[in-house]
DNA sequence: GAATTCATTGTAATCGATTACATTTTGAAT
DNA sequence: ATTCAAAATGTAATCGATTACAATGAATTC
């Protein structure tokens, strides 16, 4: 392995000033420049980062935390951190939880032992104060959920006016019986937008039918659980709202394997606008969630966080979108 | 920031011995042992890894290059990967070239400046003797991709013959006239996949009509794009084989856009089976391929290869499966 | 009781780059 | 030619944990 020694040694300087060549300090006469970057090209010399990491305890490297990769929502999050951390030379540390709690924790520690300089978290799922404690002593950037009253930077959308917002839209096409499948309810993310769904049917008046709020947990599969439940019922609504386009199009599936038709029969809105939901059939009525600029905007915060720099605000909402497609329709019962 | 030094001296004993607890050397003498966790606990030390990095010149980080991270397929392959690389100890440092070649080549840099111990290629876009090159010099491991007379340890389906056992699908149902769209040439995977295809054809002496062989990029607009052209044709074709479920299922929206149907006018046949390929309507038929499994061995072998085990050998094929769903049908013309 | 072995612990070198501080060189001013 | 500031370069400490080697002490053997 070639050290910078042997740099030194070649080009007949001492280490310092091969050093200062690398990190390019202006301060190394031309010539002298010159002959170190020859000596570091004829021996392919390569700096050691892990010496480099442990003089300036930094890493360059950001630690993000996803509840489900294989999820293209959070997955285009993370391209949107991943191409603004390749800019500013950082890399990306991935953590998967698999939407498991113990495993989201275990990934708290690579903070404490130093091997990343700061973490994003789209997701919170463990107990909120554990990581309000690590937020005080690391950079850290919550994407997509936001906890009220906290001190840590937040990127997302309004998810509760979202939420509303989606309900309205089916409240103005005439739906009254609506069903909601949320998202797990110890995560603020479907807390808040159960609690959109709430707050517009109670602005229109709409008495809310506890056994039309069911719990989903984000997936595909829970999607239709939850569907084939209220299909049971003796009254089944005319419209759904879903946390997800996947429990959306979850749910689309059980209509459809009732015998029923999406819209014609029964209405369905999603949330996140994934890939997918503009391919699906009916294509989904969902909220876009600008999940790209999420991901930049989050790295950008974590970037001035780990630089000390002055944030001009703790929380940045985005602008989300309600898209209609085919999923949705005026009642006609 | 509290260093071994500290617990080392509130425990009365030397940094080598905090050390020897640390790692579990076993040779430390049971009350000193607790006496040291006791400090450990009540300074809430940490060990610093850069500095064990350093010192041992290992990571515990394991680079993973991905060509898209929002395609279900890879992100399911790296969901594998990272599992058992948690259950190992190491951590995944995670690379989205977005089929960009260029940016491809910056993440090898990870590697010679031993910011990661070794490295799973999901894509090898770059050119072949780079990453021969590297491969010489550090753990390397490709995964989907398979590159004849290489050296480096591979883990994939043959993609040959599972191409050639979609298109003989299709034969069977009775296609002559199959068209396909397939990825890149410049990838291995693009062209192995034709190679199957055209190695059907000729097995049952049907020839191939250059028309119906056309290129995509593997994502859903190119299979859109690429149909679009085929329908425009003079004899469209019955049926096409689509080198990944991406590309399939943009195929079928462009041949539904043309008010016709799948599979009764025109067959399609996928590859991948990616998470929507069931959820789809039509729902597709497609090569499964065990990606989950796939990402697991990938990172077996290179654990392996890190360690310097041997391998008892270098190319696993992993077994694929031909899913018949509702995408393909008998040739009715 | 001396010699030997083994278990336990300590001392200090080491990983490789960075950088504070020290020293030398350069060039301008007098 | 001398002086002095600025520019360029060098010396060596430093980051924090690991570990080779050394030292100590206890147990065992003869």
Not at 13 to 38: C, M, P, Q, Y
Not at 159 to 185: D, M, Q, W, Y
Not at 190 to 198: A, E, S, T, Y
Request: glycine share 6%; charged share 25%; aromatic share 6%.
């Amino acid at each position: 392995m070639v050290r910078i020694v042997d740099v030194a040694k070649k080009a007949n300087v001492s280490t310092a000033t091969v050093s200062r060549v690398i990190s390019n300090s202006g301060t190394v006469k031309k010539d002298t420049t010159e002959r170190v970057l020859k000596a570091i090209e004829s021996l392919n010399y390569q700096p050691n980062i892990l010496a480099r990491q442990l003089r300036r305890s930094e890493t360059k490297t950001i630690l993000v935390v996803v509840p489900d990769i294989t999820n293209t929502f959070f997955s285009k999050v993370l391209r949107g951190i991943e191409s603004v951390a390749i800019d500013s030379g950082y890399q990306v540390l991935l953590g998967d939880t698999l939407n498991d709690a113990e495993r989201e924790s275990g990934y708290l520690n690579i903070l404490r032992q130093k091997k990343a300089d700061g973490m994003i978290l789209l997701t919170a799922k463990v107990d909120g104060q554990v990581v309000e404690d690590i937020a005080k002593q690391y950079p850290v950037v919550i994407a997509c959920e936001y906890t009220e009253g906290s001190e840590i930077p937040t990127v997302s959308i309004d998810n509760v006016s979202s939420a509303r917002k989606a309900a309205e839209h089916l409240i103005t096409l005439g739906h009254r019986r609506i069903g909601t499948i949320t998202g797990p309810f110890d995560s603020v993310l479907g807390r808040d937008r159960l609690k959109g769904f709430q707050q517009a049917m109670a602005q229109h008046g709409i008495p809310l039918d506890s056994l039309l709020v069911q719990e989903g947990d984000f997936s595909f599969e829970s999607g239709c659980n939850v569907m084939q439940k209220f299909l049971a019922l003796g009254v089944p609504p005319t419209a759904i709202f879903a946390a997800n386009d996947e429990m959306a199009i979850g749910a689309i599936k059980a209509i459809k394997s009732k015998g029923l038709k999406v819209p014609e029969d029964i209405s369905v809105v999603g949330f996140d606008n994934i890939k997918f939901a503009s391919i699906f059939e009916p294509a989904l009525t969902t909220i876009a969630q600008p999940s790209y600029e999420i991901g930049q905007k989050a790295i950008e915060l974590l970037i001035k966080l780990i630089n000390k720099d002055e944030l001009d605000k703790n929380q940045y909402i985005l602008e989300d979108k309600l898209i209609v497609r085919e999923s949705s329709k005026k009642c006609l019962s």
